[in-house]
T-cell receptor, first 110, second 115 residues
Framework: GQQVMQIPQYQHVQEGEDFTTYCNSSTTLSNIQWYKQRPGGHPVFLIQLVKSGEVKKQKRLTFQFGEAKKNSSLHITATQTTDVGTYFCAGREWNNDMRFGAGTRLTVKP | NAGVTQTPKFRVLKTGQSMTLLCAQDMNHEYMYWYRQDPGMGLRLIHYSVGEGTTAKGEVPDGYNVSRLKKQNFLLGLESAAPSQTSVYFC??????????????FGSGTRLTVV
């Protein structure tokens, strides 16, 4: 079945450093979504990518969808303490359930 | 709008007890989902519903049952709780599963401990 792998599992950065999390699927995806979960909170939708090679930006966050639609990445430029949390990718095959990655937990040292 | 509301927020059960987790959404979403979240394993889909009166199994359905008698409500039942069901449970909803463009809206979660 479909597997969505996310790396790294943990990332600790100094405030101001960049951060990247990667998501890889064993199968071709129809779309991929990214969510952020603050400590003690619930996942909050960030963005959806649909097209091969798509790149979207939200302020300091850059999201990419691979050409083969099997991988994706989230890059945060110049991290801030407000970026702390766990970032999940969620990939969907055509007409199938959406599968979440295990998440990358980001901690930021001021 | 309240979005997705889950009750209760916390619960401790003894092995073998039963309980029902309640989820209500006021966004007129067609699809609703129940996930469990365990450390290092992300979110795993238990059951989902594509509309009132319909339910389907997800990735980890064993030990759980669901019902969607009304469009706005999705109930998750544990008939005989086991320690392996200790987890954080999230309910979510979306407009239409494969066609949604705004993502899932999650409730605040229910932290369940089975002793």
């Amino acid at each position: 079945g479909q597997q969505v792998m996310q790396i790294p599992q943990y990332q600790h950065v100094q405030e101001g450093e960049d951060f990247t999390t990667y998501c890889n699927s064993s199968t071709t995806l129809s779309n991929i979504q990214w969510y952020k979960q603050r400590p003690g909170g619930h996942p909050v939708f960030l963005i959806q990518l649909v097209k091969s090679g798509e790149v979207k930006k939200q302020k300091r966050l850059t999201f990419q969808f691979g050409e083969a639609k099997k991988n994706s990445s989230l890059h945060i430029t110049a991290t801030q303490t407000t970026d702390v949390g766990t970032y999940f990718c969620a990939g969907r095959e055509w007409n199938n359930d959406m599968r979440f990655g295990a998440g990358t937990r980001l901690t930021v040292k001021p | 709008n309240a979005g997705v509301t889950q009750t209760p927020k916390f619960r401790v059960l003894k092995t073998g007890q039963s309980m029902t987790l309640l989820c209500a959404q006021d966004m007129n979403h067609e699809y609703m989902y129940w996930y469990r979240q365990d450390p290092g394993m992300g979110l795993r889909l238990i059951h989902y519903s594509v509309g009132e009166g319909t339910t389907a199994k997800g990735e980890v359905p064993d030990g759980y049952n669901v019902s969607r008698l009304k469009k706005q409500n999705f109930l998750l039942g544990l008939e005989s709780a086991a320690p392996s069901q200790t987890s954080v449970y999230f309910c979510a909803s979306s407009l239409r599963g494969a066609l949604e463009i705004i993502g899932y809206t999650f409730g605040s979660g229910t932290r369940l401990t089975v002793v």
